[in-house]
């Protein structure tokens, strides 16, 4: 007993200590967006504001258009989530539940392309787009990453432990597989489903290379690119940076507070970190 208390506490020390870790960026971030220009040029650097002060929040909205950057965010965020769980689900269905002719060789052809770093496909989508002559809209930032070769194979290893005898008795009362796919295999995959949403929305608010290249106005720019505008050539009000960049991740840290019971159930379920 006395040897399981002791294990019990080293395992809260370590897990302690590891989570202060991990929370001293994004505490010092909040500090220095609560400090003025020249405390966070004192040498030693602070650590705590004395005084706090709001300039650095009030002077992000004066350089850039944080409201309709963070809206562009939550839009093309939304959009990429609705997309991605689209197209992977009926991919992921179709190589999982139909089975179609060739299915293990487009598997290993997936597996391929998630080994392939994703920035090489930047060109390619570039021109594709312009070819479309969607080059500076919303819809520009998330449509080519709707297409997550990775969303497929995980949704396919959520989907093939659906019982076939569910899927047979469907058939059997005549469903189409738009609606076994609706009813049936979406429900019981559902961890599959909102991890991959997840992960969607938090690679799109934090994307920065892909919205540069193929946005030029700051108005149909995301959160990413639009925090960087604030960067200096010769000097950089990091109080500013910081206070922009705590701004930023509050949304994702309020819907993480909210939503953490169903969001740890569905990464253990998926077995991602």
């Known amino acids: 007993m006395h040897a399981q208390n002791q294990a019990g506490w080293r395992i809260y020390a370590i897990t302690t200590i590891v989570g202060l870790l991990i929370l001293a960026p994004f ?21 705590i ?14 350089r850039i258009p944080f409201a309709t950057l963070l809206f562009n965010t939550i839009v093309v965020s939304a959009g990429r989530a609705i997309g991605t769980l689209i197209v992977c689900a009926t991919a992921a269905y179709a190589l999982a539940i139909i089975k179609v002719p060739g299915t293990s060789a487009i598997l290993v052809g997936i597996l391929a392309l998630i080994m392939v770093p994703g920035d090489i496909f930047i060109v390619p989508n570039f021109a594709i787009i312009a070819s479309f002559r969607m080059t500076d809209t919303l819809v520009a930032l998330f449509l080519p990453s709707v297409f997550d070769v990775f969303g497929v194979f995980l949704l396919y290893q959520f989907f093939r432990g659906v019982p076939r005898e569910l899927i047979e008795a469907a058939r059997l009362d005549g469903a189409s597989h738009l609606r076994i796919l609706a009813t049936i295999v979406v429900p019981v995959a559902r961890s599959g489903i909102v991890s991959l949403a997840i992960l969607s929305v ?16 700051i108005d149909k720019l995301t959160l990413g ?49």
Request: overall charge positive.
């Open 49 to 62: 504001p004395s005084p706090p002060t709001l300039d650095g929040v009030i002077e992000v909205f004066n």
């Open 27 to 47: 505490a010092w971030m909040v500090a220095t967006g609560l400090m003025t220009t020249g405390q966070t040029l004192m040498v030693p650097p602070r650590l």
């Open 225 to 273: 690119p639009g925090l960087a505008l604030l960067r200096g050539v010769y000097t950089t009000d990091w109080n500013v940076v910081m206070a922009a960049g705590a701004m930023a991740a509050l949304p994702m840290v309020v819907i993480f507070l909210v939503l953490q019971k169903q969001f740890i159930t569905s990464f253990a379920r998926s077995g991602l970190k």
């Open 202 to 217: 938090l690679s799109e608010w934090k994307d920065l290379l892909w919205p540069l290249v193929v946005n030029r106005s």
